[in-house]
């Protein structure tokens, strides 16, 4: 995910207590967007599983006619199958793969966030209607509790930014840690 998708995600499963109206109309649109964003990644991840088996055809016709391209000095499945298997353009489609699949699995933790958010704000207009949030005592500022969180997540995030940058400036330098 990109820094600006990654910013909506950020702000989607955010909840202001202090406008749970605008947080239930606009749930069902924010449910439906990572919905959407989830069959997209699983579309992505069935084109790169089609690759992979269509390539792994052509090599394996490529290493039975040509089993000197490939290594081989038999032509057995095993010897064929670990030929393919070894070939870089293989690797490289399976390496695509991963990460279709990784999206994957991104995307339905994501939907599964939204679901939780969805079951917050069902809770969250219960304990209003239910006048939690008022009393004789002087109640909590709801609304300042979430401002200071809401901060607390952002620097944990720009932490993180700062870290995996460090770490790629790391990896590129050949530094290892």
């Not at 919905?35 to 269509?54: F, H, I, N, T, W």
């Not at 969805?118 to 969250?124: A, I, T």
């Amino acid at each position: 995910m990109d820094q600006e998708e990654m910013n909506k995600l950020q702000n989607d499963k955010s909840i202001d207590p202090e406008q749970l109206d605008v947080e239930v109309v606009k749930q069902a649109e924010t449910f439906f967007y990572w919905s959407e964003k989830a069959v997209e990644a699983r579309a992505e991840k069935d084109r790169q599983e089609m690759k992979v088996d269509l390539l792994r055809s052509r090599l394996d016709g490529e290493a039975r006619a040509k089993p000197e391209d490939f290594g081989l000095m038999k032509t057995t499945e095993a010897a064929i199958s670990a030929a393919i298997a070894c070939h870089e353009e293989m690797q490289a489609e399976q390496d695509k793969l991963i990460g279709a699949k990784e999206k994957v699995n991104l995307m339905d933790k994501i939907v599964i966030t939204m679901e939780q958010k969805k079951r917050m704000l069902e809770l969250l207009v219960t304990l209003h209607g239910q006048n939690y949030f008022a009393g004789p005592s002087t109640p909590r500022n709801i609304g300042a509790e979430w401002k200071k969180h809401q901060k607390k997540i952002e620097e944990n995030v720009k932490e993180k930014q700062v870290k995996k940058v460090r770490t790629r400036k790391t990896k590129k330098n050949g530094e290892n840690k």
